[in-house]
């Protein structure tokens, strides 16, 4: 059974870097084909693709944030980490990490997310 | 990064059934079968309802059911309950840097 959970503080100020961390079970993330994902969820809005990070280390990033996203693995550890850089107040949100499977484009999983908060 | 346009909210009876709509360009659901459905409800993780346009995970009722058609996915749920009240948003994958991209969302209210 996959498992996801989501770590890192509750609460950051602007201009400082958020680092997340997604602890995962059930899975390897050095199976062929796998991916661990990053989406975020504003309070009240839609939910946002930000990155994603393939088996074989291959990274994607969205587009609009990629300067400020940096995606890595632990694969003995079970982890993604996520880092966003010069965070401002309208990057508050639920963060959530999710698995991608080997078999097809999508997110079969998620972790519960953490909310993060921009404030000084 | 454009978001997948979907009504705001769509409102049904109990054993009605409801069609959510989510349109692309020819980029992403329009290019693909790759289109991925998600229900949501308030303070809890989205749950994947349907992948690949119409294809069901295990567990998830015969009740919800996707299709496609040029650049327009559709969810319908049948014979709607009390339970289907939730926010839900489409997926697709998208041929450019951007990789993947979700709806704008749809809320179900179950009259």
């Known amino acids: 059974q996959i498992s996801l959970k989501e770590s890192g503080p509750t609460l950051v100020k602007p201009t400082q870097t958020l680092t997340l961390t997604c602890t995962f079970s059930?899975?390897?993330?050095?199976?062929?084909?796998?991916?661990v994902g990053w989406i975020r969820q504003p309070p009240g809005k839609a939910l946002e693709w930000l990155a994603l990070?393939?088996?074989?280390?291959?990274?994607r990033y969205s587009p609009s944030l990629k300067n400020r996203l940096t995606i890595t693995k632990d694969t003995s550890k079970n982890q993604v980490v996520l880092t966003m850089t010069n965070m401002d107040p309208v990057d508050t949100a639920t963060y959530y990490c999710?698995?991608?499977?080997?078999?097809?484009?999508?997110?079969?999983?998620w972790g519960q997310g953490t909310l993060v908060t921009v404030s000084s | 990064q454009s978001a997948l346009t979907q009504p705001a909210s769509v409102s049904g009876s109990p054993g009605q059934s409801i069609t959510i709509s989510c349109t692309g360009t020819?980029?992403?659901?329009?290019?693909?079968?790759?289109v991925s459905w998600y229900q949501q409800h308030p303070g809890k993780a989205p749950k994947l309802m349907i992948y690949?346009?119409?294809n069901r995970p295990s567990g998830v009722s015969n009740r919800f059911s996707g299709s496609k058609s040029g650049n327009t996915a559709s969810l319908t749920i049948s014979g709607l309950q009390a339970e289907d009240e939730a926010d839900y948003y489409c997926?697709?994958?998208?041929?450019?840097?951007?990789?993947?991209?979700f709806g704008t969302g749809t809320k179900v209210t179950v009259l």
């Open positions: 999710a698995h991608r499977p080997r078999t097809t484009v999508t997110f079969d999983s």
């Open positions: 059930g899975f390897s993330l050095s199976t062929n084909g796998v991916g």
């Open positions: 990070i393939y088996w074989d280390d291959d990274k």
């Open positions: 020819s980029s992403d659901i329009g290019g693909y079968n790759y």
């Open positions: 690949d346009v119409s």
């Open positions: 997926n697709s994958y998208r041929s450019s840097s951007t990789l993947s991209v």
